[in-house]
């Protein structure tokens, strides 16, 4: 199987907001994202999974100008609130890092 970290030259988190984490997908060149940008994995429900949160605030952004997929979801807890773990958010992408990626 393909994984998403196999076919992005870099992906990152960061905070959206004190609500809300944003994922960005760096495909590693135009013919990759063409052929995976669109993966049933990369879709709202499957991402819901992921991140544990209800798939429909799950927004996703497909920008082939730049062969980047950007997806943002809402935090469990604000930023900065006593059980936060990740206070810039930019661990989050760590769980999707070995996603399988299928057509």
């Not at 030259?9 to 990759?32: C, E, M, Q, Y």
């Not at 920008?63 to 935090?75: Q, W």
């Not at 936060?84 to 990626?101: C, K, N, T, Y």
Request: proline residues 6%; glycine residues 4%.
């Amino acid at each position: 199987m393909i994984r998403l970290s196999d076919v992005c030259r870099h992906i990152r988190s960061k905070n959206a907001g004190p609500f809300w984490i944003t994922v960005d997908l760096f495909f590693a060149n135009p013919d990759v994202f063409e052929r995976w940008a669109k993966s049933p994995a990369l879709q709202a429900s499957e991402l819901a999974k992921q991140f544990e949160v209800d798939a429909s605030l799950v927004r996703i952004q497909i920008l082939p100008e730049l062969a980047t997929v950007k997806f943002s979801y809402p935090r469990k807890e604000p930023q900065g609130g006593r059980v936060e773990r990740d206070m810039h958010g930019g661990q989050q992408f760590v769980r999707i890092l070995d996603l399988e990626l299928t057509r």
